[in-house]
């Protein structure tokens, strides 16, 4: 009715509900792209995400919808979901009224027929993820070649564990791509998936106790919030019926990794993978505690190789670029942006720009990162972006993001800026000014006010300079 058709896109723009899910595999029926949004951004970053992956229709939260105001773009229907009761609470939602403008999403389907024939072959999702540029990329799949559907499940399996006995519970964000993979995965598996609104250590622990939880996906900030409630907390819980934890898109200090396995035993998992390449490695957690810090062997399936600067591949123990691809992702382009994905590609790999090395046995360790990406609490985050809000702010000469250590969420956002002449600043003018233009979790939460920033006579940052300092000592780098 709305005019979708295959190879459209599909807007997310919602909490952890089971809309979302419906909204996704209602999606791949019509051989659409779903595209996650995450809800976390301000307004005008939702509003890019819209325009450029040019969706005619967005499914989101009354309240989310309502909160975009004039970001919506005119030609854009929008279907709103009321959000339910447990999402009302975990956000301190006062009201779940109805917008009178756009139609209610469990109102608006009970108009409709079951359809009868669907997409035999749906392209997946539309990933957006961050860019050096300061926007959002789209990473647009192609629809799976023969084969791609059963080596995608066979991949999903390995790495996670899930087959159709699975029970699990999802308490990441589904906007992030290996939440949305996992939680798909779920499903497709004919497993049993529960969906909390968002991360609540104890309340993750009753679920597992209560749903007789099988199968979890973690990001190591949840490892450190759960190990830091109360000895009395952690034992009064049974846990037993977990098979099969796996944890990714964050580094995990070794201590942290060591206390969960010590704790629950040996059902920690590790997995390496990004949007564009795929799952790549697996470790589980004797490999883990023999091999301190790595993120284990390359998985059946995947490609790796370690590339060094004139392109070369190198041997074993030479750190370079982590070059890699799993042969069940089918191929990609970012939407619009066909020299970017030209630049990440070497003879088929991608990569991700993280930087590492193979040991002997086949093991890879990661580290540092080519790209300036702050990872913290599983969130991709870019300096680029938070510059170039900050640099509009008339009080600021230049500036500098970048990552900083933290034992909660792997890195903080940190900023050195350089005020104009004469110009008096401090952090909460920052703040402030930054709340109007980027998402909160964007924001540094360390400020540092410099008089000059250090730069070669050409204008390249060296970023190193500001960052050094604050990792000097500490077992890892990103």
Known sequence: QLGLKTGDTLALLMRNEIEFMEATFAAAALGCYPVPVNWHFHPNEVEYVLRDCEASVVIGHSDLLQQLGDHLPPHVSAIQVLPSCAVREAYNLSTADADPRWPIWRDWLEQFSPITEI???????????????????????QPPADGQIAAMGKMRQDVFGLDQSARTVMCAPLYHSASFSYAQGAVRFNGELHLMPRFDAEALLATIEREKITHLYAVPTMFVRILKLPVSVLSQYDLSSLQWVIHAAAPCSIDVKEAMIKWLGPVIYEAYASTETGWLTIC??????????????????????????SGEELPTGQIGEVYGRHSAMPDFTYYGLDDKRRAIERD?????????????????????????????????????EIEAALINMPQIADCAVFGIPDDEFGERVAAAIQPVSDATLDQQQVTEWLREEIAGYKIPRYIEFVPELPRLDSGKLLRRKLRDPYWQGNERQI
């Open 119 to 141: 997409c035999s072959n749906p392209p997946g999702a539309m990933l957006y993820t961050g860019g050096t540029t300061g926007h959002p990329k789209g990473v647009r799949y």
């Open 284 to 309: 589980n957690s004797e490999e883990a505690l023999a091999h301190p810090g790595t993120v284990g062997k390359v998985l059946d399936g995947a490609t790796l190789r370690i590339i060094g600067e």
């Open 348 to 384: 088929g790999l991608i990569t991700a720009g993280d930087i590492g090395y193979l040991d002997e046995k086949g093991y890879l360790y990661l580290c540092d990162r080519k790209i300036d990406m702050i990872i913290s609490g599983g969130v991709n985050i870019y300096p680029a």
